[in-house]
């Protein structure tokens, strides 16, 4: 049972890797190794709660892949377009990327602790 909750979360992880990183190569290849590596150094893990974590950490992450993952691409105009997929929790279409305005803060205005003679 516990295997095939293993083999289960590893497939995930390399679909989503697939769907989110689709046409580039580089990231592909990065995220396929890092996928393999992960799941190679805990192959020898024997305690069970341990393994559930892990199982629920790949989960978490596949998820988190799909739907925090962007990636953007630069056009000819040079600008940066995003590839928004349909899962991705971004709300809007090829946003242009600006940099935040910083904000403006009000000034405290003090008060004058002098006091003052009434004579």
Do not use: W
């Not at 009000?106 to 004058?112: C, P, V």
């Amino acid at each position: 049972m516990l295997r095939s909750k293993v083999l289960a979360s590893f497939r995930a992880l390399h679909r989503a890797r697939k769907d989110v990183f689709k046409g580039d190569t580089a990231a592909l290849e990065a995220a396929r190794q890092r996928i393999n590596q992960e799941f190679q150094k805990n192959q020898t893990e024997t305690d069970q709660s341990k393994i559930e974590e892990l199982v629920k950490v790949a989960e978490d992450t596949a998820v988190y892949m799909r739907h925090v993952v962007v990636q953007a691409e630069m056009n000819q105009a040079g600008r940066y377009e995003l590839r928004i997929r349909k899962d991705s929790g971004v709300l809007v279409d090829n946003a242009t990327l600006k940099p935040p305005r910083p904000r403006r803060t009000r000034e405290k205005k003090t008060r004058d602790t002098k006091t003052q003679d009434t004579r």
